[in-house]
């Protein structure tokens, strides 16, 4: 059996480096104190290639203080296209392709997913790549997509990265409104769009949306057009009349072979990759830049963490094939391709992951799991909910056999999805499957806490910090708590953090967001709580939501999360939201919103046992003053729940301040909590 990937890193340091630890607990803290040598295994292990040396691993900002402002590896080069295409020859000699892909109405029509050789992979980067020069494109340039989760984006993303273009994509499901919001900040030369999507067994026409955005970029030099749903789309049919910018079709781009002796261009260590946005639920969304160097170290760390392994790895059962479910405009997009610079096959599915809106079906993912030879399923803790709540037995729908591990993100993952998982995934023998929860974020691309696969696993917990994140749990005084709940700080500089936000005067609002707190640390925003587990030498962490959106009560604080467990396990609720309206010289009111399964009613029954459950699970002080039965809980694209922008809304901020419609998943949900908060400014 192969080592885990872990396993291998702790080996190699050994060999190598001289150096043996007797905990995880000891290798991690080696790698948050000497952060030089740690960055540098990283790169030495994964034999990064540069032409030229770097001169330092990290250069300490001018101001003396840690953070922001810190310089990694100058002197070096990369690229993170060369380190994606670096495996292609090898994976491809070993049968193995790049891509394995699958759309909803291929599968409603009983078709098997789709595959890209690597050497296709490379030939249309190269291709695309070529003609992207042709048309002006240069290094510094801004290259913006309005796509879906297919190959064509990967394939865009690729050639963008090769010439030192910057990547920037919005969901074809963001409406005109919120990909203005973020592409007009960063004024692009050229957009990739679709002209439209399946999703959830209808067709959605994007193509006046596309209009609305086209007329709002005055920068746009060109437009290429991805047809989506209409194979005979031309990009030509969308330029409006006198439009200051050349129209291109996608088939047309790619026509051709690669040119001889074609290579990704070799880039600063810290040059631009890409610009990707804060969830954009106040004010603008933040662009935040991250750079090639940075993204490729903190997501080759991310393999050991998640135990993924290249295609061709030997010794094991079946070949690595990783999924992660996600659309384009969230980063775990981004995290899904990155999975390609250690060479591993990436499974992509492009729909609805709950099926036919008129007939739900759950087993939609499990399916494709099983068509695709996955062994590394990913997806929001919100997509195990509702195989919960729907009753799904995975096992019954699909043969997956070849599954090794299931990872949740977005929000916490509550007790009974991790019982659920365990129940229906069991491994030869009835093991339970490995279930790695993780938190991180948009802002650094990656992961803060997550899985190692040698620990064991504590329902509710993530098992360990991130090597190389010097994550605490602090007081609102500064000092670390453990076996507490305080804010999550990471105190040490990580190279994936960002390089600066799109036109960023002084930096002033890169402060602001992370450092106004406790300067020279880094707030991420998150409630967490380090859990001591001295049995196994290593430390887990919980998440209790966004420590802005905290419940305090009479003194008490407490993010959300729990109580959202205690709730959502009565098998009437589908879903909650809570929040806590604090008003100066006034008692704090809290209210309590569920959406409940079809066919049931908030009645006083169900009040008391929702009462009920609050007051054993967490204490009689979060009962909340009232209930409220909705539709649905407004959330971001990304699953997100909008407590914030609820709570702004209810202490009387105005509607459009707070909810960006078009940067959600069911702005429909908003309405119902506008009249609430109409009323009670009335009242």
């Known amino acids: 059996m192969t080592p885990t990937r872990m396993a291998q890193f702790e080996a190699w340091l050994t060999t190598e480096c001289g150096l043996h630890f007797e905990s995880y607990d000891a290798l991690w803290r080696w790698s948050v104190t000497d952060i030089g040598a740690f960055w540098q295994a990283l790169w030495d292990h994964f034999d990064l290639d540069s032409p030229t040396p770097h001169t330092a691993v990290c250069l300490p900002p001018a101001h003396g203080r840690a953070m922001p402002g810190a310089r990694w590896f100058p002197g070096a080069q990369v690229n993170y296209a060369q380190q994606v295409l670096r495996h292609a020859d090898a994976a491809h000699a070993a049968g193995h392709p790049a891509i394995v892909y699958q759309d909803e109405t291929r599968q ?9 050789s690597w050497p296709e992979l490379q030939r249309q980067v190269a291709v695309l790549a070529t003609k992207l020069q042709q048309l002006g494109v240069q290094r510094g340039d801004r290259v913006c997509a309005y796509l879906p989760n297919t190959p064509a984006t990967i394939v865009a993303f690729l050639a963008c990265a090769s010439v030192g ?25 050229l957009l990739l769009a679709t002209d439209g999507q399946a999703w959830g067994g209808t067709a959605h026409d994007r193509r006046p949306v596309l209009r609305e955005v086209l007329a709002g970029l005055p920068s746009l030099q060109h437009l290429v057009l991805v047809p989506g749903l209409d194979p005979s789309a031309r990009a030509a049919d969308l330029a409006a009349p006198g439009a200051g910018y050349a129209t291109h079709d996608w088939a047309d781009l790619l026509q051709g072979s690669a040119p001889a002796r074609w290579a990704p261009e070799w880039l600063p260590f810290e040059h631009p990759l890409w610009i990707v946005y804060s969830s954009g639920t106040t004010g603008l969304p933040k662009p935040i830049v991250h750079g090639h160097g940075g993204i490729l170290l903190e997501a080759l760390k991310g393999s050991l963490h998640n135990d993924v392994h290249p295609s061709t790895a030997p010794g094991r059962a079946h070949p690595e094939r990783f999924f992660w479910f996600s659309s384009t405009g969230w980063i775990m997009w981004n995290a899904q391709v990155s999975a390609l610079l250690g060479g591993t096959t ?43 709540k729907a009753g799904v037995e995975p096992m019954q729908v699909a043969d997956l056999s070849r599954l090794q591990a299931v990872g949740s993100t977005g929000s916490p993952l509550s007790d009974e999805c991790y019982d659920w998982i365990w129940q229906q995934l069991p491994r030869p023998g009835g093991q339970p499957i490995w279930l790695n ?35 605490e749990a602090w007081s609102e005084d500064g000092l670390p708590l453990i076996d507490a709940v305080g804010e999550l700080v990471c105190t040490q500089p990580m190279p994936s953090m960002p390089l600066y936000f799109w036109n960023d005067a002084g930096h002033a609002r ?14 991420h925003g998150d409630w967490i709580r380090i859990t001591p587990h001295p049995e196994s030498g290593s430390h887990g962490a919980v998440i209790y939501g966004r420590s802005d959106a905290t419940i305090n009560r009479h003194g008490i604080r407490m993010g959300t999360s729990e109580l959202y467990r205690a709730v959502e396990a009565l098998p009437e609720v589908l879903d909650s939201l809570v929040v806590d309206l604090e008003y100066l ?10 959406v409940l399964r079809e066919g049931q009613v908030l009645d006083d029954t169900l009040q008391q046992r929702l009462r009920s459950a609050i007051r054993q699970a967490l204490s009689a002080r979060h009962v909340p003053n009232d209930i409220f039965q909705v539709a649905a809980i407004p959330r971001t694209l990304s699953g997100k729940k909008m407590e914030l922008p609820v709570k702004k809304l209810l202490m009387g901020a105005a509607p459009e301040a707070v909810f960006k419609r078009d940067a959600m998943a069911n702005a429909d949900a908003v309405d119902w909590f506008v009249a609430l908060a109409q009323r009670r400014a009335a009242a």
């Open 165 to 189: 273009a910057l990547w920037s994509v919005c969901s074809p499901d963001m409406g005109p409104v919120a990909v203005l919001d973020r592409f007009r900040q960063i004024e692009p030369r």
């Open 510 to 523: 890169y402060e602001a967001s992370y450092f106004d707190m406790f300067p020279g640390v880094w707030r």
């Open 437 to 471: 929860p993780i938190s991180g974020g948009t802002d650094f691309a990656g992961a803060f806490v997550a899985g190692h696969r040698g620990l064991p696993v504590v329902k509710g917990e993530m098992q360990c910090r991130c090597l190389g994140a010097a994550i």
């Open 585 to 594: 010289g006034r008692e704090s009111w809290m209210p309590l919103f569920v």
């Open 346 to 388: 990436i499974c992509l599915f492009d729909g609805n992951p709950g099926g036919p809106a008129k007939a739900p079906d759950w087993g939609t993912l499990w399916r494709f799991a099983a068509e695709a030879g996955v062994t590394w399923f990913g997806a929001g803790a919100a997509f195990y909910a509702s195989c919960l």
């Open 108 to 116: 409603a029509q009983g078709l098997p997913p789709q595959a890209m």
